[in-house]
């Protein structure tokens, strides 16, 4: 059974920087595409970047984007998600979430398997 377990959330100032990693164990990692999702109370959990297989290609919410950086170790079976310029609006719990394919999407039901999460909390 695949585990997926989330860390590095925490309390950061706005303008601050976290690292998210996504540890997983018992599934072929590097065949199945891979994604970060967030939900803030009282919303939908939305996804904010993607990853493909072998990590050559990604993808971006429009909110994140050059400031969120997703990348994988495909060696080591993790998947990080760096942000940086961190604003109280990105205030959620991040979750990870694998696919049974090798190509990323940006839907909720694309993805079959996910974290617990991890909070993070950035203070204005």
């Known amino acids: 059974q695949v585990q997926l377990v989330e860390s590095g959330g925490g309390l950061v100032q706005a303008g601050g920087s976290l690292r998210l990693s996504c540890a997983t164990s018992?599934?072929?990692?590097?065949?199945?595409?891979m994604a970060w999702f967030r939900q803030a109370p009282g919303k939908e959990r939305e996804c904010v970047a993607s990853?493909?297989?072998?990590?050559?290609?990604?993808w971006y919410a429009p909110s994140v984007k050059g400031r969120f950086t997703i990348s994988r170790d495909n060696a080591t079976n993790t998947l990080h998600l760096q942000m940086n310029s961190l604003k109280p609006e990105d205030t959620a719990k991040y979750y990870c979430?694998?696919?049974?394919?090798?190509?990323?999407?940006?839907?909720?039901?694309?993805?079959?398997?996910w974290g617990r999460g991890t909070q993070v909390t950035v203070s204005s």
């Open positions: 979430a694998n696919r049974p394919a090798p190509w990323s999407a940006s839907g909720r039901g694309d993805y079959m398997e």
């Open positions: 018992g599934g072929s990692f590097s065949e199945r595409g």
């Open positions: 990853i493909t297989s072998n990590g050559t290609e990604t």
